[in-house]
C-alpha cells in the first residue's frame, strides 16, 4: 500500500485546509518545490498535489508551483487534481511531467468526460470523489450533490479510470482517523482500485487500512498529520513495506 505525502497549493504556497474552507487553511511553507523535495528524499514513492484555488476557479491556478515541484522531484509520480475540467489541461499536465491527473467535479457533472479522458490518455486518469456523509461534493466542495459516491464511480468501471481517490470531507484535515470502513466499502463495490484521503492521523490509521488493503485498497494519502508531526513519514513508509 503507497503512503502518498500530500501538497495543497493555495497561491503558491503549500497549506492544509479543514474540511476543505479556503477560510481556514494554515501555510506550512512558501516554498512547495522544497516541500515535494523533503518527502521525497523521505522515500515516498507517490506525491498528492491538488490545486486549491484551480478547484474553485475551475482552471490551473498554481501552474508555476507544480512545474517546480516536477523539476525539483525527477522520476517521482505525480499525481494532481483541482481544476482539471477539459482535455487541454489534462494534456499540458501531463507534458509538464505529471504522471496522473485528477478529475473531481467534472466526474459528476459530466461523466462522459470522463470516458474521453480515459480514451484520450490511457493509465493517465485517477477520479477523485469527496463525499461528506456517503454523498459526493463538487466545486472544491463548495457544492453538494444528490449522487452516491458508490454511483459515481460505477459509472467508470469500464472506462479504464487507474484508481480513485476517496476524501471523507468531514474528516479532511481535521487529524480525526481515516474512514477506513466507507473507503473498503467503496472499493468493494466498485472493483476500482481506492486511495484513501482525509483524517488519517498516526501509525494506527495506516494498520487499519493495511488490514483492510486486500479489498482494494491501494495507497493513503497523509497532509497535516506529517506537517504537525502526529505522524512521522519514515515511520508509515516502513509500515507499508513491512506489509509487504
Not at 487534481?81 to 473531481?104: F, H, K, N, P, S
Not at 513519514?233 to 513491512?242: F, I, N, R
Request: glycine content about 12%.
Amino acid at each position: 500500500m503507497l503512503i502518498i505525502p500530500a501538497i495543497d497549493l493555495k497561491q503558491g504556497q503549500c497549506v492544509r485546509l479543514r474540511q476543505g474552507r479556503m477560510e481556514d487553511a494554515t501555510v506550512f511553507s512558501d516554498d512547495p518545490a522544497a516541500m515535494a523535495r523533503r518527502w521525497m528524499d523521505a522515500g515516498c514513492r507517490r506525491l498528492h498535489v491538488v490545486d486549491l484555488d484551480g478547484a474553485f476557479a475551475g482552471r490551473p491556478e498554481n501552474k508555476a508551483a507544480v512545474r517546480a515541484m516536477v523539476q525539483a522531484c525527477p522520476g517521482l509520480p505525480i499525481q494532481l487534481g483541482g481544476g482539471v475540467r477539459t482535455l487541454e489541461t489534462i494534456e499540458a499536465y501531463l507534458d509538464l511531467g505529471l504522471q496522473w491527473v485528477i478529475i473531481g467535479t467534472q466526474a459528476v457533472k459530466e461523466p462522459s468526460f470522463v470516458k474521453a479522458a480515459c480514451q484520450t490518455f490511457p493509465g493517465h486518469v485517477i477520479v477523485g470523489v469527496d463525499a461528506h456523509d456517503g454523498w459526493v461534493a463538487t466545486e472544491g466542495w463548495a457544492e453538494a450533490s444528490t449522487v452516491s459516491a458508490v454511483e459515481v464511480v460505477k459509472q467508470f468501471a469500464g472506462d479504464g479510470v487507474s484508481s480513485v481517490v476517496y476524501t471523507d470531507i468531514g474528516r479532511d484535515g481535521m487529524l480525526s482517523g481515516v474512514n477506513v470502513e466507507a473507503t473498503a466499502q467503496l472499493a468493494r463495490d466498485t472493483g476500482c482500485p481506492v486511495i484513501a484521503s482525509g483524517g488519517l492521523r498516526d501509525l494506527d490509521d495506516i494498520r487499519a487500512l493495511l488490514a483492510v488493503s486486500d479489498q482494494g485498497i491501494l495507497g493513503a494519502i497523509t497532509g497535516r498529520a506529517i506537517y504537525e508531526g502526529t505522524l512521522d513519514l519514515s515511520d508509515a513508509l516502513q509500515l507499508a513495506e513491512e506489509s509487504l
